[in-house]
């Protein structure tokens, strides 16, 4: 079974800065079948990158994400306010279908 | 554009079966998977599992055993069952709908999917 390691467990940063979050693989993980979800307190998680690298519909493009086999990383160009949340890392299983999650790694305003 | 929404109770004793359900409006059930999802107080997101409009349906390997997901067509909602609840199934409980994306390499087409439109969220506590 494949487990997504998130990195940091919190980060810390202030509007207009750049945040690099990670999330690594256990085992190598085809690019296509990696996604990122943001969520806000009280929230539902929100789609923001599929494939990888494909970004949601509606999603601003200072959201970012890259990588391939066991690492991968979502980029925040320029923090805005509204984007310190807890975003966690997903990788889809093909055989048997199935989904696994990352622990989650808290931006938080610094 | 497609909203989801779950309802059940907000309360459930142990030992007893947990049930909620996922109302689909906006669009049709048919043609794509439907997930359940639940993120205990403070912790992160676990898939539980998933049913297609057609009815096959896919685990967590770690609640197969408790767990039915089933789906009524005719009323554009699927709904989730877990059986034989403790204190550790207390969570916010989410449905979602799996979106299908497809790439192609040097060795053919492969399907992926994602989760790209989420109810806001059930609570269920499991308490006497």
């Known amino acids: 079974e494949i487990v997504l390691t998130q990195s940091p467990g919190t980060l810390s940063l202030s509007p207009g800065e750049r945040a690099t979050l990670s999330c690594r693989a256990s085992q190598s993980v085809s690019s296509s079948y990696l996604a990122w979800y943001q969520q806000k307190p009280g929230q539902a998680p929100r789609l923001l990158i599929y494939g990888a690298s494909s970004r949601a519909t509606g999603i601003p493009d200072r959201f970012s994400g890259s990588g391939s086999g066991t690492d991968f990383t979502l980029t925040i160009s320029r923090l805005e306010p509204e984007d310190f949340a807890v975003y966690y890392c997903?990788?889809?299983?093909?055989?048997?279908?199935?989904?696994?999650f990352g622990q989650g790694t808290k931006l938080e305003i610094k | 554009q497609v909203q989801l929404q779950e309802s059940g109770p907000g309360l459930v004793k142990p030992s007893e079966t947990l049930s909620l359900t996922c109302t689909v409006s906006g669009g049709s059930i048919s043609s794509y998977y439907w997930s359940w999802i639940r993120q205990p107080p403070g912790k992160g997101l676990e898939w539980i599992g998933y049913i297609y409009y057609s009815g096959s349906t896919n685990y967590n390997p770690s609640l197969k055993s408790r767990v039915t997901i089933s789906v009524d067509t005719s009323k554009n909602q699927f709904s989730l069952k877990l059986s034989s609840v403790t204190a550790a199934d207390t969570a916010v409980y989410y449905c979602a709908r799996e979106k299908l994306g497809v790439y192609y390499d040097s060795s053919g087409y492969y399907y992926y999917y994602y989760m790209d439109v989420w109810g806001k969220g059930t609570t269920v506590t499991v308490s006497s």
């Open positions: 997903q990788q889809y299983g093909s055989s048997p279908r199935k989904y696994t």
